[in-house]
Every structure is written in C-alpha cells, then in structure tokens.
C-alpha cells in the first residue's frame, strides 16, 4: 500500500507538512509539481527520502503556468482551468506534442534537482487520464523511463468498493471510467501501474 501526498511544491505550507510527514513516516509516497516556482527552493528538501519513500512528478497542466509553452491548453504565460482542458481534451482539441514537450520539461526540472527519475507520474487533477493526454503520458513515460522503473497512477477502484466507501462516488466512478481506459493501454504499452485506488475524499467540510 503507497500513501501518497500530492501537490508537493504547490506552496510552502503543503511542502512543509509533506516533509513533516515523511519525517515521522506517516507517508511513503509524494508527488511533487516541478513547475511550480517554488520546486527548485523546495525539491531539495525530498533528498534524504529518496531511499524511504515513492518520489514522483505531479504532472501540471492546471492552476499554474506551465514550464513552457502549451498552446493547444493556454496562452503562453498563463495557467490553464481544468474545465477547460476536459472539454478541450473530449474534443480532441489538444496537440499531444505540447503534451509531451511538457512533460519532458517537468521531468528534467525533477532529475536536476534531485538527480534521479521519478518514481511515479501522476497528475494534478487527475489530468493524465484524459484523452489524447494520456497516451502522450504514456508514450513519454515509456521513452523517458526504458527500463519501466517509473509507473503511472491509474485511478481504478472496484464498483463494489466505490459503492461501499459512499465517498464521492459520482466522481469515483468517473474518475475509474476514464482510468480503465488509461491502465488498459499503459498496460499494453508496457508501463507499469498500480492495481487499486482510493484516493478520494470528500470536501463538503
């Protein structure tokens, strides 16, 4: 079992409390944001947990400006929304080599800091699962790590289990349609996932 904190990076209260937790071993996996502008101050902070926990890349295409541009998401120099790449993503309005220019370009800001591949990609908002994005994901992954080290975070849980935990299930289950179809083709890629997920937790408070 990986218990993963996401949005490493994202600002210096969630990166302070993610150490914290490590620290106490209360973790043992986080997915940090290299392009947020605070990662190269706080990415050193994840070097003495290399060998203890999961250390992956939150793949960002929403809420902060991407490393570069991303032309078929928005204009240079701005932030995507998330409602917007999914309708852009249905449509298959997205250019799937912006995709994976960018996340080359995360990639490499997690290697020169921390000298190593990420464990694991994800994405923030679950972005990596949608259409044409996430084969890009995939393809990238599957280049950028030959060997299959690096695995890919499908977020699929069992009905059953969905409909027992009576936590965001609408959401659950959407987030498994569009994650099925993503671990089926990493699969057949041959990149590695996880076989379960209950990462959703509900906000209402």
Known sequence: VILNADDYALSQGISTSIVELLGKR?????????ASPYWHDHGPWLRPF????DIGLHFTLTEIEPLGPVSSI???????????VFRRSIASRI???DIRRELKRQ???FRDVLGTQPSHVDGHQHIHQLPVIRDAVIETVASLSPKGGTYVRACVDRPTAILGR???????FA?????????????????MTNSGFSGLYDLSG
Do not use: C, H
């Open 26 to 34: 209360r973790i043992s996996g986080i997915s940090a944001m290299t």
């Open 50 to 53: 290399l060998d203890q926990a």
């Open 74 to 84: 928005a204009a240079e120099g701005k932030p995507a929304n998330f409602s917007d």
């Open 95 to 97: 250019d799937a080599e």
């Open 107 to 109: 990639w490499e800001a």
């Open 166 to 172: 009576r936590v965001g299930v609408a959401r659950a």
């Open 175 to 191: 987030l498994a349609y569009f994650g099925r179809e993503f671990r089926l083709r990493a699969k057949a890629r041959g990149v």
